[in-house]
């Protein structure tokens, strides 16, 4: 606009000019021209082409008006509604019209800060602006989540939606680790993702090795006293972002996103797809996934995502080829010392002829023999009660494996959970404590396996309990005939076959009612008055 102002007041400007500018402005010729004439007597239009000048009285967005529109969710309808009905008690002065307040509102406030009044915080950070981290080495930085998968899959007969967790490097997009639990995930998720994102032995590789350090956002999972502990020995710094941040972690986010609309979208049983109908409903007759189907076609997809697909911030290349194009060392761990670091420990035992006592229950190996009475450290796999890890209280030294003793079998635990689900239903009173289960993470194709351990003995005394509480149910009511009527009494021939002869029963009485009215031969329709026995008389 300068550069054309200059051309007219050197009278160097022509048509020819003003349409290509009109063009390039997306505006008519004419309103060029009008600029021009209004930038000759105001030098403030020149910054502001198009804009009306200020003039004193011009309706401002005031404080009031702001509150107004976060109140009606950026309704200015509603706000002007609201201004008019203040003004006709007093409160203020007069709103302008509603194109007015548009207009108002359009040129005082930003477009993130309408969308903030109208959706929130959330709405308002996407108009804004966000710096993009350099791109460092491999392994410098590692990304990690929580994600559900919004695909219904059939766990044990019920549809669940799994949840994904893995860890993501953040120099070369690739997936270094990545593990599948059918519910909620837990501390054991995070482990279980973390070892295979560290081993780079098969099927695991090649990437891997320990990172510099990794981002979290306030997880209570990744914050657990179990994994932070497990980072500190491996020597691995922690980032815990604040809440709400998820632009702090933009490629694991990415990754979330881009799982879903690239893979998850297509697979039977996405529970986002859009349907006909008011009512969203999944059709009767469609066939969901399998557990181990779906985490193979996961880790299928992980696969093309690390080796076939190419993101853009890579300029061509795979996060594969970026891994091998990198030259920095890597730092490896062994399967063994990785596997104690990534245990949680539970303090010292001692080792008696029953074995080791945890959690009310008694541990037992066979390298036990003619150890009975050192002091041993228990470490174990968080829900994995059926085993725990025994190491040497003073040396450190790995003593072995201690598997629970007297464990249920698949069908006493089987029987167990069928009890306790139909004593949910009658109660209604388990289903938190059914919502509780919890399965384990898996790193490769497998049906899913449910954590719990339970002793034979604790089987078969809740079967027990089951089986006494069914049998109540099958009482039946008119097993044994009423007892015969007193003699005087005139029974019917049909009711009269139906009891028993013995001792008459007793005559119902109240204590707060009119004593009961007989139909007898002392008279039909008068009170019978009980005597001091309690015969009536």
Not at 164 to 171: L, N, P
Request: net charge positive; aromatic share 6%.
């Amino acid at each position: 606009m300068r550069r054309l102002l200059a051309l007219r007041r050197e009278g160097k400007l022509t048509t020819t000019r003003v349409r290509s500018a009109a063009d390039g402005l997306g505006v008519r010729e004419r309103a060029v021209w009008r600029w021009l004439a209004a930038a000759e007597r105001d030098e403030a239009a020149v910054r502001a082409p198009g804009e009306r000048a200020a003039y004193p009285g011009r309706f401002t967005v005031t404080d009031e008006v702001r509150a107004l529109l976060g109140l009606w969710k950026g309704n200015v309808a509603a706000v002007h509604r609201e201004l008019t009905a203040r003004a006709a008690r007093g409160e203020g002065e007069p709103p302008p019209s509603i194109p007015t307040l548009h207009r108002a509102i359009r040129r005082d406030l930003t477009p993130g800060e309408r969308a903030g009044l109208a959706g929130g915080e959330r709405a308002a950070r996407k108009h804004d602006v966000f710096l993009t981290r350099p791109r460092s080495w491999r392994n410098h930085v590692w990304e990690t989540d929580h994600v559900q998968a919004p695909v219904l899959v059939d766990v044990d007969g019920k549809a669940r939606r799994p949840w994904i967790t893995w860890f993501t490097d953040c120099a070369t997009n690739a997936i270094t680790g990545v593990a599948v639990t059918p519910v909620h995930p837990s501390r054991e998720s995070v482990l279980a993702a973390l070892r295979s994102a560290v081993l780079r032995e098969e099927p695991y590789g090649p990437f891997g090795g320990l990172p510099e350090k990794v981002r979290v956002d306030r997880g209570k999972d990744f914050l657990s006293r179990t994994v932070t502990a497990a980072f500190d020995l491996l020597d691995v710094m922690v980032e815990d972002l604040p809440a709400y941040t998820p632009h702090l972690k933009g490629t694991v986010e990415g990754l979330n996103r881009a799982v879903e609309s690239m893979f998850l979208a297509a697979l039977p049983g996405y529970a986002r797809q859009p349907r006909p109908g008011k009512r969203s409903s999944r059709p009767k007759d469609e066939v969901l996934l399998g557990f181990e189907d779906f985490t193979a076609r996961l880790l299928d997809w992980t696969r093309w995502w690390n080796t076939e697909h190419r993101p853009t911030p890579l300029r061509g290349r795979t996060p594969l080829q970026a891994w091998q194009d990198d030259p920095t060392p890597l730092r490896d761990v062994p399967a063994a010392d990785l596997w104690t670091f990534t245990l949680e420990d539970a303090g010292t035992r001692t080792l008696t002829t029953r074995g080791i006592r945890f959690k009310k229950h008694d541990y037992v190996g066979s390298w036990m023999t003619g150890l009975a009475g050192i002091q041993v450290r228990i470490r174990f796999m968080p829900h994995h009660d059926h085993r725990v890890e025994v190491y040497h209280a003073a040396t450190g030294r790995y003593l072995g494996p201690a598997d629970l003793a007297d464990q249920a079998t698949e069908e006493q635990v089987s029987a167990v959970r069928r009890a306790r689900a139909a004593r949910s239903r009658r109660l209604k009173k388990d289903l938190e404590a059914s919502q509780r289960e919890r399965y384990a993470a898996v790193n490769q194709p497998e049906a899913p396996r449910r954590l719990g351990a339970l002793t034979g003995a604790q089987a078969d005394a809740e079967l027990a309990r089951s089986a006494g509480t069914s049998l109540s149910q099958l009482a039946l009511p008119d097993v044994i005939p009423p007892a015969a009527p007193p003699a005087d009494w005139r029974t019917p021939a049909s009711l009269a076959a139906l009891t028993t002869a013995g001792r008459p029963a007793p005559l119902p009485s109240s204590r707060d009612s009119a004593p009961v009215v007989l139909d007898g031969p002392a008279g039909r329709g008068a009170p019978s008055t009980p005597d001091e026995d309690g015969d009536p008389s």
